[in-house]
């Protein structure tokens, strides 16, 4: 059974940092795409970053220049970088990964939650 487990998140001020991680782990042949959403109370769920297994990288508008994703392949893991954080980004962040088990789908991990006090 794939199980994605998010770890990193927490309480931090404003302009403060965090770094989230995710491990994928279970049965399954290889993983394509990883990447972080984000929804807070009252908003759909949003892209945040997506990374390819060959390292190509999407960074949603509200969050370029102050998060970084990336990956390390042979761990199944994938972090998200957050600096210069706003209450804005206050939200649960979620890791999803395209797996390749009996065929190519897409995982969720439970979420964990980033609160930014002001």
């Known amino acids: 059974q794939v199980q994605l487990v998010e770890s990193g998140g927490g309480l931090v001020q404003a302009g403060g940092s965090l770094r989230l991680s995710c491990a994928a782990s279970?049965?399954?042949?290889?993983?394509?795409?990883m990447a972080w959403h984000r929804q807070a109370p009252g908003k759909q769920r949003a892209l945040v970053a997506a990374?390819?297994?060959?390292?190509?990288?999407t960074y949603g508008d509200s969050v370029k220049g102050r998060f970084t994703i990336s990956r390390a392949n042979a761990k199944n893991m994938v972090y998200l970088q957050m600096n210069s954080l706003q209450p804005e980004d206050a939200a649960v962040y979620y890791c999803a990964a395209a797996l390749l088990t009996s065929r190519m789908r897409d995982y969720w991990g439970q979420g964990t939650q980033v609160t930014v006090s002001s």
């Open positions: 279970g049965s399954f042949f290889s993983i394509d795409v």
């Open positions: 990374i390819s297994r060959g390292g190509s990288i």
